[in-house]
């Protein structure tokens, strides 16, 4: 993979931010595994231990864009240290609280910080590496926040039920302190815009919009299903609760080969990469409605949709550095917007339509969200407002003598 800064430091340097990803989707989620060790322990309710996490997308969801706004004019190093710093700081806070309200203002901390982290983690990844690499580049970076939910919250859930779950929050907190000293050391000190990557490549306002759509569309209908996918495997499909951590597990190895597929392809042509996840999507849904009681079916289904959501998350930093109408960290900071509200959304439309429709209805409003999605990204060549320049345009040919 040809680096701009060497090799050996800028593989470094790609491992360390791809943990970095790693452990801020970890934290994101861990208060779910850990939800009866944690209301224990403050003396709160289940339901008001979940709001740590709904309180934790919303605050990303709200303030990505003012955050980055307020802070595209620091060098990237700059940034991505004081947001390690951050989360190291918030996490280790979390680990130490003694009541439910300093837990929250640790989270809501650490949430701050995850706001501006995607809108600094990826072109900073990007300008390591030389324009071809960068599509795989991506694909490692992006292949840390796949394996937080393979391997991430299962083990701090695990750490957690051994040695309570504070624990759980300090090795958290730890990993991400390892994590700082390696950037701090080896991060180059690049001023604000004078990278490739503070731009587009190929800036379009037209398509930039329609990522925007089509990505909150396909993120809300993939977690309106997904978001009960535990009773639907085992009150449709016939499976035991036993099976259910087997079956995810299958889900996200599925997830982690989507991500490492999108780093073969999207190089190549990232529209239709994107296409065809969305589309594989689509059929992922389609069959957990129409046929999710056949096991082998639903097997099928989830793989599917794993490889298919997490394709598409991470085919969002290479198809922003090319579309960016502006710069890049604001177009990131509307991507992840866009990501993080349709978790929300999809969750929120979930639980509603659940009395009514059934664990079914899900799975259908999620595949018509889907069908929405594909319109979308189909329709984006159609909307885009980019005019070939003099320099897209070939060479006049010389008059040939008569």
């Not at 240290?81 to 809501?108: K, Q």
């Not at 030389?130 to 919250?153: D, E, I, Q």
């Not at 978001?227 to 085992?234: D, E």
């Amino acid at each position: 993979m040809p680096a701009r800064v060497g090799d050996t430091r800028a593989t470094i340097l790609l491992a360390a931010l791809s943990l970095s990803t790693f452990v801020y989707v970890t934290t994101e989620t861990l208060p779910i595994g850990l939800l009866p060790l944690i209301s224990a322990d403050l003396g709160r309710s289940v339901p008001a231990i979940g709001m740590l996490v709904t309180v934790y997308g919303l605050t990303v969801v709200l303030c990505s864009i003012p955050i980055t706004k307020v802070t595209q004019r620091l060098p990237r190093r700059l940034a991505l240290c004081g947001l390690l710093a951050v989360f190291v700081l918030a996490t280790a806070a979390s680990a130490l609280a003694d009541s439910y309200w300093l837990l929250m203002a640790a989270r809501i901390a650490t949430a701050l910080s995850q706001a501006l982290f995607w809108s600094v983690v990826t072109p900073a990844t990007a300008a390591l590496f030389r324009p071809a690499a960068r599509p795989r580049a991506l694909a490692v970076l992006y292949a840390g926040s796949s394996l937080a939910a393979l391997a991430g919250v299962p083990a701090g859930t695990w750490l957690g039920q051994q040695a309570g779950w504070r624990a759980a929050f300090l090795a958290v907190s730890v990993v991400g302190l390892l994590i700082l000293v390696t950037v701090l050391a080896l991060m180059p000190t690049t001023p604000a815009g004078a990278s490739d990557t503070d731009r587009g490549s190929a800036p379009d306002a037209g398509r930039y919009v329609a990522l925007l759509v089509y990505t909150a569309l396909a993120t809300t209908g993939a977690f309106a299903a997904f978001t009960y996918i535990s009773p639907f495997l085992t009150d449709v499909s016939g499976f035991s609760e036993a099976a259910v951590g087997p079956l995810l597990l299958v889900r996200g190895l599925a997830g982690l080969a989507g991500v490492f597929l999108v780093g073969l392809c999207i190089g190549r042509n990232g529209w239709l990469t994107v296409t065809v996840l969305i589309g594989v999507q689509l059929v992922a849904l389609t069959l957990q409605w129409s046929l999710g009681a056949s096991q082998i079916v639903i097997v099928v289904a989830i793989a599917l949709g794993g490889l298919a959501l997490a394709g598409i998350s991470s085919s969002l930093g290479v198809r922003v550095l090319e579309t960016a109408p502006g710069g890049s960290d604001m177009a990131l900071a509307g991507t992840s917007t866009a990501f993080n509200l349709g978790i929300t959304a999809g969750a929120l439309l979930g639980g509603v339509l659940l009395p009514g429709a059934g664990l079914r209805g899900t799975a259908l409003a999620g595949a018509g969200l889907t069908l929405l999605a594909l319109v979308a990204v189909l329709m984006e060549p159609l909307v885009s407002t980019r005019r070939r320049t003099a320099a897209d345009r070939p060479e006049p040919r010389e008059a040939v003598p008569s």
